[in-house]
Structure formats: C-alpha cells, structure tokens
C-alpha cells in the first residue's frame, strides 16, 4: 500500500515538523489526516489591516463568529497598507497564540497589539509570510522592544532564504523601495530564525505550506516585483530565487518569483482547513492546492487573506472564482491586496461565502 510518510513525526507536539515528500497518492490515507494537528478552535484576529470600519457588523453565521471592534475607551484602531494576525487555537486543555506577519509600521502594530490586547510575550512562535515591508516593517522594532521578555528560544518561520533578500517594486515612475530585513538583528535580539521550506508544524497547532508549488495556470507573481541580486555566494544570489539560469550582477534586479513566500494553516476539527494566504503572491489557489496535498485534507472550511489581485485582469479574477467554486470552501475572507474586483466577484457568485473583515475583526472557527 502506497502511504505518505511524515518524518520527524514524534515532534509534532513540540516544534517544527517536516510533513515528509510530495505524495503520489489521490487518495488520502486516515494515516496521513492523523498526523495532522488539529484544533478545536481557532481564533484568527485581525490585528491590522487596510481598512478599519468601525460600522461593520459582526455576528454568528451558519459556523463561524464574527466579532468586531468598534471605538473603545482602550483607544483606537489603526489601519494601514499592512498585514498582521493574532491566531488564537485551542485543543483539549491547551493553547497556543502565533503571530503572523507584522504590518507597516511600529506605530500602528503596537497601538492595535494594544488595543487588542494582544501581548506578544505570550506568542508561541511567530511567522513571516515573505519579505515585503508590508509585512515585515514592525517585526524588528518589535523584536527590539521585547527583547528578553518574549518565550525563550521563540522562533519566527520563514519560507525561504529570500525572505531577507532586498526587495524594490519597478513601477514606470521608477522603483519602490521594500527594503531588506535583517537576519542577523533578529538573531542577535535573541529570534531564532527557521526557513520552512517543507510543511512544517508551528507551536504544536499551526503548520506552514512549504514553499508553494505553482499548479495554476493563471496565477503569476506580480509583474512589477523585483529581487535585488546578491553576491553569487550569499543568501540572496540568483541561486536562491528560483532563476539559476540568469546571469546576473550584484545589484541587478530579477523578477521576483516569491519561491520562498508561504501560507499559514489550521485543521479545525468537525470544519476542515482554514488556509491563511497572507499577500498571495503565490497565488491563493496554488496555496490552498499545496495545504490540501501536503495535509491529506480536501475539506476547506475558510480562506482567509490577502489574495493580490487587485491589479489582476477580469479573466483572472473569474479563474480565481471558478476555482473557489471547485475547493467549495465555506467561507472566504479577503483581505488586504485581494482587491474590491475579487470581493465584488466573490460577493456575487457565492455571497453566503462571503465575511468581509476589518482591522479588529476577530473570526472564530470551531466549537
Ligand atoms: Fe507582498
Ligand atoms: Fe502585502
């Protein structure tokens, strides 16, 4: 009998585990779906986001909560172009909080940390989609900030070596710089830094796509995004972006292909996958695809993020949707970059599906 294999399993509970190979398999083994963790409840709060609408209504849908955050006496909320969660899962007697992503700016992560009240000294580990400084912008000002108060040994997963590789967005006006986050500085704040290349399980709860295979045909990285070339030698040579085949110079700019981007999920029990696609760039397709391969899970109970497709033509935008048709998923959160095309799209081919989020918006999934 043909059956997945995953290594390093007796981990799980611990740490950082590798969900072995690529199955060949088409159908899923009950072996496969049992080495997956899952929780009894995730809650998936919204710490910052694009938009913060303090009229949005919350509410219980057919198997979600959503709640919201209006004006309170513990201050306001701030929106920005940036990303970051708090995730919240529960199992049995035991929790766990991870951070994901870290927005823009210091200013507005901390002020919604706090308004949240969410204390990242009680993080189990954080993850780092990919090195955009939508993303990332807060996390070395947060590492600064809370050193020596956060777990000991906390470890931020990335996906991949170019997650700390300069980044410039080449616009016809010239290009936007998205900086280089440091490695180093935060391993020298005490961070330990964990590329997660394969699947991997994060705090025990969580897991990692791995770095995202592309199954589509219709969801490419976004044109303008360049990587800046490093010394062929380094972490940021042409060798790790994914084009060993350009000859390129230090200080050249590449296309950025985001090999090293990756998606954040959660099996919640009795809903299925909830698959958390951060900026997308991978697609978010491609991402969910690669979640249910390397879980063994087909059922997907939420979609949730940033889906990049703002700038995306209408043909894409009805590709995306078609293929949301086919996962079927219960609900679908679009955040950040997914763009008013996509939300309008999904509104009206499936809007019970559909929960609008907002910074602050806490969804919560399971029993
Ligand atoms: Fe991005
Ligand atoms: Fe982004």
């Keep these: 009998m043909q059956r997945r294999t995953f290594l390093k399993l007796g981990a799980i509970a611990s740490g950082t585990v590798a969900f072995g190979g690529v199955s060949r398999?088409?159908?899923r083994t009950a072996a496969a779906?049992?080495?997956?963790?899952?929780?009894?409840?995730?809650?998936?709060?919204?710490?910052?986001?694009?938009?913060?609408?303090?009229?949005?209504?919350?509410?219980?849908?057919?198997?979600?909560?959503?709640?919201?955050?209006?004006?309170?006496?513990?201050?306001?909320?701030?929106?920005?172009?940036?990303?970051?969660?708090?995730?919240?899962?529960?199992?049995?007697?035991?929790?766990?909080?991870?951070l994901?992503?870290?927005?823009l700016t210091e200013r507005n992560l901390l002020n919604n940390y706090a308004v949240l009240?969410?204390?990242?000294?009680?993080?189990?580990?954080?993850?780092?989609?990919?090195?955009?400084?939508?993303?990332?912008?807060?996390?070395?000002?947060?590492?600064?900030?809370?050193?020596?108060r956060l777990k000991p040994g906390l470890t931020v997963y990335a996906g991949g070596e170019d997650t700390f590789c300069h980044r410039v967005v080449a616009t016809p006006a010239g290009t936007i710089d998205q900086g280089q986050l440091d490695r180093g500085a935060l391993e020298a704040r005490g961070l330990k830094i964990v590329l997660a290349k394969q699947t991997t399980v994060?705090?025990?709860?969580?897991?990692?796509?791995?770095?995202?295979?592309?199954?589509?045909?219709?969801?490419?990285?976004?044109?303008?995004?360049?990587l800046v070339a490093g010394p062929m030698d380094s972490m940021c040579s042409v060798s790790h972006f994914g084009v060993t085949r350009v000859e390129a110079k230090?200080?050249?700019?590449?296309?950025?292909?985001?090999?090293?981007?990756?998606?954040?999920?959660?099996?919640?029990?009795?809903?299925?996958?909830?698959?958390?696609?951060?900026?997308?760039?991978?697609?978010?397709?491609?991402?969910?695809?690669q979640i249910q391969k390397a879980t063994g899970v087909e059922k997907v109970h939420a979609v949730v993020g940033g889906f990049h497709l703002a700038p995306a033509p209408d043909e894409i935008v009805a590709k995306t949707?078609?293929?949301?048709r086919t996962i079927n998923p219960d609900y679908i959160i679009p955040m950040h970059c997914t763009g008013l095309n996509t939300i309008m799209a999904v509104h009206q081919a499936m809007p019970k599906k559909l929960v609008?989020?907002?910074?602050?918006?806490?969804?919560?999934f399971g029993a």
């Design 321 to 324: 949707v078609e293929a949301f």
């Design 356 to 364: 609008m989020p907002s910074t602050g918006t806490r969804v919560i």
């Design 100 to 103: 994901l992503d870290f927005s």
């Design 202 to 226: 994060v705090a025990g709860h969580a897991f990692t796509s791995g770095q995202i295979p592309r199954l589509t045909d219709f969801e490419r990285p976004p044109a303008p995004a360049r």
């Design 25 to 27: 398999l088409a159908t």
């Design 117 to 148: 009240k969410v204390d990242p000294a009680r993080a189990d580990a954080f993850i780092l989609s990919h090195g955009h400084l939508d993303h990332y912008g807060a996390l070395p000002d947060l590492a600064r900030l809370t050193q020596g």
């Design 33 to 98: 779906q049992s080495a997956v963790p899952t929780v009894d409840r995730l809650v998936m709060t919204n710490v910052v986001d694009n938009i913060y609408d303090i009229f949005a209504k919350g509410g219980k849908l057919d198997t979600v909560t959503v709640q919201r955050t209006s004006l309170g006496k513990s201050g306001t909320l701030l929106a920005e172009h940036g990303l970051a969660y708090h995730l919240e899962s529960v199992r049995g007697g035991e929790r766990r909080e991870v």
């Design 250 to 289: 230090p200080g050249d700019l590449v296309p950025d292909t985001f090999q090293g981007e990756h998606a954040t999920a959660y099996h919640v029990k009795d809903r299925g996958l909830v698959v958390i696609t951060s900026c997308g760039h991978a697609g978010v397709i491609n991402s969910v695809r």
